[in-house]
C-alpha cells in the first residue's frame, strides 16, 4: 500500500518547518533571558517559558494529530501561534515598556538589520564586531546573543524572532484551512478507501466468476 493509499493523513515532518526551527529558538533564547533578568520573579519566569514552550510543543503534536484530524492540527497550530503572539511577544513588549526602554518600530532600522539575521540559522563571514559589542550571528546563536546583549537589544531581538514565528504560523493554518476544504480530513479519506476496497473485492469477485465460468465452457466441451 502506498502512502496515498493509506487511511492515515499526511503527518509529521515537523522538524523540518521554519515556524517550528524560530519557535525552538526562542524557547531556548527565552529560558536564558528570563534566568538573567527574572531571576527573583518566579512567576514571570514560569509564564514566559511556559508560553515558549507551548509554541514549540503545539507544533509538534498539530504536526501529528494530523494523521487522524485536521482541525486538530489547525487548533493546536493555532494554540502555538497564540502562545507567542498574544502571550510571550506581550510579555516581552512590557519588559520594554515598564524599564523605559524603546520597542522597535517594525521598519526601523535595527529591526529590519534583525529580522534580515534571524532568516539564517548562522551568518558566514561576517566583519568582526567592534571591542565590547555582541553580535548575533544567526537564528541558532539566538540565545547566547539574549544572554549577553543590552536588554534593550536582546528583548527587541526577541520579539522579532517571535513576530517571525508568528507569520510562518499564520500561513501555516491558512494553507491547512485550504488543504481541509480540498482534500477533507481523516473521515472523508477513510470513506475513500473503504469505496477504493470495495470496487477492488468487486473486480476480485467477477474475476472469480469469469475464470470459473470459462473453465465450465471448457469442461462441457470436453464432454461433448
Not at 37 to 42: E, K, S
Given at each position: 500500500?502506498?502512502?496515498?493509499?493509506?487511511?492515515l493523513?499526511p503527518?509529521?515532518?515537523?522538524r523540518?518547518?521554519r515556524s517550528?526551527?524560530?519557535?525552538?529558538?526562542?524557547?531556548d533564547?527565552?529560558?536564558?533571558?528570563c534566568?538573567r533578568?527574572?531571576?527573583d520573579?518566579r512567576?514571570?519566569?514560569?509564564?514566559?517559558?511556559?508560553?515558549?514552550?507551548?509554541?514549540?510543543?503545539n507544533?509538534s503534536?498539530?504536526?501529528?494529530?494530523?494523521?487522524t484530524?485536521?482541525?486538530?492540527?489547525?487548533?493546536?497550530?493555532?494554540?502555538a501561534?497564540a502562545?507567542?503572539?498574544?502571550?510571550?511577544l506581550?510579555?516581552y513588549?512590557?519588559?520594554?515598556?515598564?524599564?523605559?526602554?524603546?520597542v522597535?518600530?517594525?521598519?526601523?532600522?535595527?529591526?529590519?538589520?534583525m529580522?534580515?539575521?534571524?532568516?539564517?540559522d548562522r551568518v558566514?563571514?561576517?566583519?568582526?564586531a567592534?571591542?565590547?559589542?555582541?553580535?548575533?550571528?544567526g537564528?541558532?546563536?539566538?540565545?547566547?546573543?539574549v544572554?549577553?546583549?543590552?536588554p534593550?537589544?536582546a528583548a527587541?531581538?526577541?520579539?522579532?524572532?517571535?513576530n517571525?514565528?508568528?507569520?510562518?504560523l499564520?500561513?501555516?493554518?491558512?494553507?491547512?484551512?485550504?488543504?481541509?476544504?480540498?482534500?477533507?480530513?481523516?473521515?472523508?479519506?477513510?470513506?475513500r478507501?473503504?469505496l477504493?476496497?470495495?470496487q477492488?473485492?468487486k473486480?476480485s469477485d467477477k474475476s472469480?466468476?469469469?475464470?470459473?465460468?470459462?473453465k465450465?465452457?471448457?469442461?462441457?466441451?470436453?464432454?461433448?
Amino acid at each position: 500500500m502506498s502512502e496515498n493509499d493509506a487511511p492515515l493523513l499526511p503527518h509529521g515532518g515537523y522538524r523540518k518547518l521554519r515556524s517550528y526551527a524560530i519557535a525552538e529558538a526562542v524557547y531556548d533564547a527565552t529560558v536564558v533571558f528570563c534566568r538573567r533578568f527574572f531571576a527573583d520573579d518566579r512567576r514571570m519566569r514560569e509564564q514566559m517559558i511556559q508560553a515558549a514552550r507551548s509554541g514549540v510543543r503545539n507544533i509538534s503534536e498539530g504536526s501529528g494529530a494530523a494523521a487522524t484530524s485536521r482541525k486538530s492540527e489547525m487548533f493546536l497550530t493555532n494554540v502555538a501561534r497564540a502562545s507567542l503572539g498574544d502571550e510571550l511577544l506581550e510579555d516581552y513588549r512590557s519588559f520594554l515598556l515598564q524599564n523605559g526602554m524603546r520597542v522597535w518600530p517594525k521598519d526601523s532600522r535595527e529591526a529590519l538589520a534583525m529580522r534580515e539575521r534571524l532568516k539564517h540559522d548562522r551568518v558566514e563571514k561576517l566583519p568582526p564586531a567592534p571591542p565590547g559589542v555582541i553580535r548575533l550571528t544567526g537564528l541558532a546563536g539566538l540565545a547566547e546573543f539574549v544572554g549577553k546583549a543590552d536588554p534593550e537589544i536582546a528583548a527587541n531581538a526577541m520579539l522579532c524572532a517571535i513576530n517571525q514565528a508568528v507569520y510562518l504560523l499564520k500561513r501555516q493554518i491558512e494553507s491547512q484551512g485550504r488543504r481541509f476544504l480540498e482534500e477533507g480530513g481523516f473521515t472523508e479519506k477513510l470513506y475513500r478507501e473503504r469505496l477504493k476496497a470495495r470496487q477492488r473485492g468487486k473486480k476480485s469477485d467477477k474475476s472469480d466468476k469469469s475464470d470459473k465460468s470459462d473453465k465450465s465452457d471448457k469442461s462441457d466441451k470436453s464432454d461433448s
